[in-house]
Nanobody
Framework: QVQLVESGGGLVQPGGSLRLSCAASTGAFHTLSLAWFRQAPGKEREYVSGIDRISSGIYYSDSARGRFTISRDNTKNTVSLQMNNLKPEDTAKYFC????????????????WGQGTQVTVSS
């Protein structure tokens, strides 16, 4: 069983930055693709970014590209999401997810999920 724990959320002003982190409790972290999703109240869960096992494939949604950066450290079992130039529409609960498959955009392809961390962008 893989447990994922997110951290780093909070309240930030528009234009500000946050760095989300996700720690995984598994010895097989290097075999997993990882992704960040987000979900705002009343909306469906939305793919933000994904990264494959060896960081050779990195993917972003259109809304994240150019502002967010995903990275992973297989020695520390962590995946991070650096978010810059945040906008009010980025407000959501952000989830870390892991899959034995490729880091696709379909949330149903992910076997493991964290509990989420809230990001609020407001002045």
């Amino acid at each position: 069983q893989v447990q994922l724990v997110e951290s780093g959320g909070g309240l930030v002003q528009p234009g500000g930055s946050l760095r989300l982190s996700c720690a995984a409790s598994t010895g097989a972290f290097h075999t997993l693709s990882l992704a960040w999703f987000r979900q705002a109240p009343g909306k469906e869960r939305e793919y933000v970014s994904g990264i494959d096992r060896i960081s050779s494939g990195i993917y972003y949604s259109d809304s994240a590209r150019g502002r967010f950066t995903i990275s992973r450290d297989n020695t520390k079992n962590t995946v991070s999401l650096q978010m810059n130039n945040l906008k009010p529409e980025d407000t959501a609960k952000y989830f870390c997810a892991a899959t034995v498959l490729a880091p696709v955009t379909n949330a149903r392809s992910y076997q493991y999920w964290g509990q989420g961390t809230q990001v609020t962008v407001s002045s």
